[in-house]
């Protein structure tokens, strides 16, 4: 039987046509830990501090950002590389080059890859999934620990 891969389009550098094919569910779990890395401690950060008033939101920031940039340095050609597989350019298959592609839109490239997670793991947080992120954080402990520690380094500051 002939199968129709599921896509998104998105149009990103000043009208260049991106074409996202929705992993297979053996490809999404099987890139979960390497996706996971990089996003799951920054948004338990984020959310942890929005989730608790805003407390602490100006050091969760950029503690968010390191942790990210930190990740990348070890491995982010890797998971740029993985993001990227499969996305067509203007109907173009193969390989993307980044540099030539996004050669003064950096911007899009972190756009077109936030978009691919969303794609395909944007599923987890919907109703048939973990609910809200809000919810999969409170359900996994993220919330409240990282409330704590907000709590005993404003007991610190004291």
């Known amino acids: ?34 996706i996971g890395r ?49 996305i067509e350019v203007d109907n173009m298959g193969g390989p993307i080059d980044i540099d030539e592609v996004f050669d003064g839109h950096v911007e899009d490239l972190i756009t077109l890859l ?8 944007g599923c987890f947080f919907g109703k048939s999934g973990f609910g809200t992120i809000d919810t999969f954080l409170k359900k996994l402990g993220l919330v409240r620990a990282v409330e704590q520690l907000d709590q005993s380094l404003t007991q610190t500051e004291a």
């Open 1 to 34: 039987m002939f199968k129709i891969k599921k896509s998104t389009e998105v149009v990103l550098c000043g009208g260049k046509h991106f074409t996202i094919y929705h992993w297979s569910p053996s490809q999404v779990i099987r890139n979960m830990p390497k």
């Open 114 to 121: 936030g978009k691919v997670v969303e794609v395909n793991y």
């Open 38 to 86: 990089l996003v799951a401690v920054p948004m338990g950060t984020m959310a942890g501090s929005a989730f608790s008033g805003g407390e602490n939101f100006q050091d969760a920031v950029p503690t968010a950002i390191l942790y990210i940039l930190d990740q990348i340095e070890d491995g982010g050609d890797q998971i740029i590389n993985i993001l990227l597989e499969g």
